[in-house]
């Protein structure tokens, strides 16, 4: 299967600032990559779909401005949450793959962000 | 769009204990079915799949897994446990090319 990288895997920021998330998948060409949200004992929330040279689609109440999506290559995709709160802390994950029929999404580990 | 529904959040067993966890969901069409184990610390890795054929489907690490169309269902189960099985357990239905996810079982095996 593939093999998902997220950096960092733990990250704090201070309410305000602004933190990139990295997403590489290190053996799949993907022109399509997915962004999740967990919060505590709450299931895997599809935030966006990552598109690669093109715009992200968001899903409704994802706020695009707010967590910023470039998927510049095949490889990589960044989420960057700017201005970020306390309640933009999260558990946030990435996966690859799975769109079409019959096939299987592959994950990152994920980053754990805590908004100080 | 698809919903999945996970009971009983914690479960604690004891090893050599059978697991069966519960999966229901709501969605008219064709659907993908999975079951994704994380483990402290670890991503999300796949124990199972059902796409079509046979409903009753085997993963890794002995466990299993069976379709139940007519109930929506797509329940795991292990018939004995071990301490390594301490994770949290996630039912996935894909449909229309969506993801969607449970809000997972924590395991806890005790030794």
């Known amino acids: 299967g593939a093999v998902v990288s997220q950096h960092p895997s733990r990250v704090i920021c201070k309410s305000g600032t602004s933190v990139k998330i990295e997403c590489r998948s290190l053996d799949f060409q993907a022109t399509t990559m997915f962004w999740y949200r967990q919060f505590p004992k709450q299931s895997l929330m599809l935030m966006a779909t990552?598109?690669?040279?093109?715009?992200?689609?968001?899903e409704q109440g994802v706020e695009k401005d707010k967590f910023l999506i470039n998927h510049a290559s095949l490889t990589l995709s960044t989420l960057t949450v700017t201005s970020a709160h306390p309640e933009d802390s999260s558990f946030y994950i990435c996966?690859?793959?799975?769109?079409?029929?019959?096939?299987?999404?592959?994950f990152g580990q994920g980053t754990r962000l805590t908004v100080v | 769009a698809q919903s999945v529904s996970q009971h009983n959040h914690h479960v604690i067993l004891s090893e050599a204990a059978s697991l069966e966890l519960g999966c229901n969901y709501s969605y008219g069409g064709t659907v993908n079915l999975f079951w994704y184990v994380q483990y402290p610390g670890q991503h999300l890795q796949l124990l199972l799949k059902y796409f079509s054929g046979d409903p009753l489907v085997k993963g890794i690490k002995g466990f299993e897994a069976e379709f139940i169309k007519s109930k929506f269902s797509f329940n795991l189960r292990k018939p004995s446990v071990q301490w390594s099985d301490t994770a949290e357990y996630f039912c996935a239905v894909k449909g229309n090319n969506r993801l969607a996810f449970g809000k997972g079982n924590q395991v806890v095996v005790i030794p």
């Open positions: 990552s598109n690669e040279g093109s715009k992200a689609t968001y």
């Open positions: 996966s690859v793959g799975g769109t079409g029929v019959g096939t299987e999404a592959f």
